[in-house]
């Protein structure tokens, strides 16, 4: 059970990207953050794991707050918080191997790190985890030859390197077409629904938040202004729509499917 | 210009159109000036000032000797007509300022002042070419008589190679004066030697300003076919002198058998014998310059081998202290690293600062202040480029770490992993290939900069070279250049290489 309470961030320069968030995760849901660029989706994910120190409020995860968290009991914590990136965040020039074994870092000396010993147990963990993604052909090769959908599927699979309770996944399919897409969130359903991992992930496309989500909240100016589930998502309405999006957006394909008035004057 | 153009069509000009003229013929450029055209009224008026000084400078350094500015002015035209085309010209100018001015005090008239541009570019350009000394017609003239010196240059080989060589002699004795009961031993020769005999095999000494001595005929064989051979007289003791007749030195030719035939007349110069011994044994030597051996490998070449090794090296010790000294200060600065706090923002600016000064003086300029702290050689050099390379490869490394991708740091660090771990997995494997292929570059840099920095004596094959062109010994200065000019093309090619492999 994850729980954030009053959750606010203030950045130096003084833009506000979080004010006084609070919602709260039960164990296994695939919790679809959706929102517009710049209203907080990735500094809430990146304040859930400490990436980023929240200016004030509490993220209490099974109990233990960690924004009070420092050194290594942050270190330890994050351990069991997998994160996947829009841009997948790869060390490009590593190898497939490089990059996979990097999520075992936290449970790793750095002695043993550094020199490359990894022990039998994590090696055939990386091997799993490729197997299970469809790279066992790619281990050895640089992370930057990979495509677009490869070089996701190495950073689930650092992720599961960790043993996560926990997926943190910051626009995951932002960068990839729509057929990868689904195929890296049916990767992310899987492990949810067959790990039992909690899933937070933000995401732009609705049909996506439908097809795949357990519950929803929606972000606006650093505010939660929509919370439902799946269910409630397939439902919404249009003043639920704009509440989230702005009252210049209109929706488009997914539900409603009407045409923007600029569209019908070209039209 | 912006500016210009924003005056000339909102404000009026403080003055009527003649008196700008008027002002601009006193002080050209002040017209303008009044016009509001103040930033072109100065551009002319800074521009005149500085042609005719220069023209006035010229002048008087064309005719030195002449006293009078007149005289003075007379004899520099003389000499350099080009010095009446840029008085002409800054005549114009002058005029052409003050019509201009007239124009841009005028509202109504916009003036086209290109012309008066590109007459200021043009006799700036005169000025130049007549500051510059440039003639290209002694490229033509002169140039040819260079070819000589350049073919050396271009083909050295010649001097690459040593034969060495030997004297190949053969001599016969003769006995003066001639004196009864005197027996001639004879020489022995051995297997392969020349052989020369004399007839007869005593006679008398010449008289200064008197008779001429015996004539005596001395054949040769076994010696070099058509070699030039020298004729020496030696004494028992070793005293040798070159035969000469009318004041030459006396040199034969052999012929294809190696033989040849000389009358030789005995020279006054000869020792007379004391009146004890009566008489005086001396030897007529035949003797010719030989190669003997195979041919070795030449002091010069060996000499620039040498140099040349020293020169790779004395790069190689630059760049590697270069690395060990700048990779710390390249951390210091980069601006991602020292952005934390007011404190190490400050030392990034100092670090960055101190960097640029140094990296804005020469290598050449660091050579000449180390062979003064450290003396003539090696060392000098390697400081010099040590002291270059540290600011040089600083501002580089800096670069690449403010250039890292802090995307994987994020993912890394969302592991769990420590600080170590995050530098050893995220931040190395992404600067290590920006830090090979500037090491190298870097190298290359030095090892070609070191050529030069030998010029002023900090060691290689530099200092070398500039004591050959200056003993002009143009062969061995060729090899020289050769060798730098070779190093330099295998280096590029093998640090391309290495950069392609690693980036």
């Known amino acids: ?20 968030v609070s919602f709260s995760v039960p164990d296994g849901e695939f919790l679809v953050v959706i929102g517009l660029s710049g209203s907080g989706k990735s500094t809430l994910l990146r304040c859930i794991n400490r990436l980023i120190d929240p200016t004030e409020g509490e993220i209490l995860w099974d109990g233990e707050d960690l924004a009070k968290l420092k050194g290594d009991d942050l270190r330890k914590v994050r351990r069991h918080i997998g994160m996947i990136f829009q841009q997948f965040n790869l060390v490009k020039r590593s190898s497939v191997l490089t990059n996979v074994m990097a999520g075992r870092l936290g449970y790793t000396s750095t002695w043993r790190s550094i020199s490359g010993q990894f022990s039998q147990k994590d090696q055939q963990m990386a091997r799993d985890a490729l197997e299970r993604l469809g790279l066992t052909d790619q281990t050895d090769k640089r992370a930057d030859e ?9 950073g689930i699979a650092r992720a599961l390197m960790q043993e996560p309770k926990m997926i943190l996944a910051d626009e995951p399919v932002a960068s990839l077409d729509p057929v990868l897409a689904h195929s890296i969130l049916q990767h992310l359903e899987r492990l949810n629904k067959e790990d039992k991992m909690t899933i937070i992930c933000s995401l ?11 519950s929803v909240i929606g972000l606006k100016d650093g505010r939660v202004v929509y919370q439902g589930s799946s269910a409630d998502v397939r439902n919404i309405t249009d003043a639920q729509f704009k509440s989230i999006y702005g ?3 209109e929706r488009m394909g997914g539900i409603v499917g009407e045409l923007t008035t600029e569209e019908k004057g070209a039209a | 210009m912006r500016t210009r153009k924003f005056e000339s069509e909102t404000k009026p000009s403080l003055v009527p159109p003649i008196v700008a003229g008027l002002v601009s013929l006193v002080l050209p450029g002040f017209g303008h000036m009044l016009a509001r055209a103040f930033g072109k009224g100065l551009t002319l008026f800074l521009s005149i000032v500085a042609m005719t000084g220069l023209w006035i400078w010229r002048v008087r350094l064309e005719a030195r000797r002449e006293v009078d500015f007149l005289a003075m002015f007379q004899k520099s035209i003389q000499l350099r007509p080009i010095l009446l085309i840029i ?24 003036p086209k002042s290109g012309f008066l541009w590109l007459l200021v570019f043009i006799s700036f350009f005169l000025l130049g070419w007549q500051i510059g000394e440039i003639q290209p017609a002694t490229l033509i003239t002169e140039g040819k008589n260079s070819f000589p010196l350049l073919s050396r240059v271009l083909w050295p080989w010649e001097k690459a190679i040593y034969r060495p060589e030997e004297y190949l002699t053969g001599y016969a004795e003769v006995v003066i004066p001639c004196t009864e009961g005197v027996e001639l031993e004879p020489v022995v020769v051995e297997e392969g030697d020349p052989v020369v005999t004399i007839t007869p095999t005593c006679g008398n000494l010449s ?31 070793q005293n040798k002198f070159r035969h000469r007749a009318a004041g030459d030195y006396v040199k034969v030719t052999t012929d ?10 005995i020279p006054y110069r000869v020792i007379p014998a004391t009146n004890e011994e009566g008489y005086v044994v001396w030897r007529l030597q035949g003797s010719q310059l030989a190669s003997v051996g195979e041919p070795v490998p030449s002091e010069e070449l060996l000499l620039a081998i040498e140099k040349m090794i020293e020169t790779i090296f004395l790069g190689m010790m630059s760049t590697i202290f270069g690395i060990i000294l700048s990779v710390p200060i390249s951390f210091l600065a980069a601006r991602n690293l020292m952005s934390a706090n007011k404190i190490t923002l400050a030392i990034y600016f100092v670090v960055r600062f101190v960097l640029n000064i140094i990296r804005s003086i020469e290598p050449l300029v660091w050579a000449v202040i180390a062979i003064i702290a450290v003396g003539l050689g090696p060392f000098a050099g390697i400081i010099a480029l040590t002291i270059h390379g540290i600011a040089a490869l600083g501002k580089l490394y800096s670069e690449a770490i403010e250039s890292i991708d802090s995307g994987p740091l994020e993912a890394i660090n969302a592991t769990g992993a420590n600080w170590l771990q995050l530098v050893w997995y995220g931040v190395i494997p992404q600067i290590i290939p920006p830090f090979v292929s500037f090491t190298i570059y870097r190298w290359d840099i030095n090892v070609r900069m070191s050529t030069v920095i030998g010029m002023v004596g900090g060691g290689g094959i530099g200092y070398l070279l500039v004591q050959w062109i200056r003993l002009l010994d143009y062969r061995s200065a060729g090899i020289a250049i050769w060798f730098i000019a070779i190093t330099v093309a295998i280096l590029d090619y093998v640090s391309a290489e290495i950069r392609a492999r690693f980036v």
Not at chain 2, 211 to 220: A, V
Not at chain 2, 256 to 265: A, K, Q, T
């Open chain 1, 1 to 20: 059970m994850l729980e954030i309470r009053h959750l606010t961030k203030i950045y130096d320069d003084g833009t506000v990207a979080l004010r006084d």
């Open chain 1, 146 to 154: 990979l495509s677009g959908g490869q070089q996701q599927r190495v």
């Open chain 1, 204 to 214: 732009h496309y609705l049909d996506l938040v439908q097809r795949y989500s357990t």
């Open chain 1, 247 to 249: 009252e210049e957006a």
């Open chain 2, 87 to 110: 008085l002409i010209l800054i005549v114009l100018i002058y005029l052409w300022i003050a019509y201009d001015a007239y124009k841009t005090a005028d509202k109504r008239k916009k």
């Open chain 2, 207 to 237: 008289e200064i300003d008197g008779d001429p001595g015996t004539t005596l005929t001395m054949t040769g064989s076994g010696f070099l076919p058509n070699t030039e051979t020298e004729i020496w007289w030696i004494d028992q003791v």
């Open chain 2, 256 to 265: 294809e058998n190696g033989s040849f035939s000389l009358d030789v007349v």
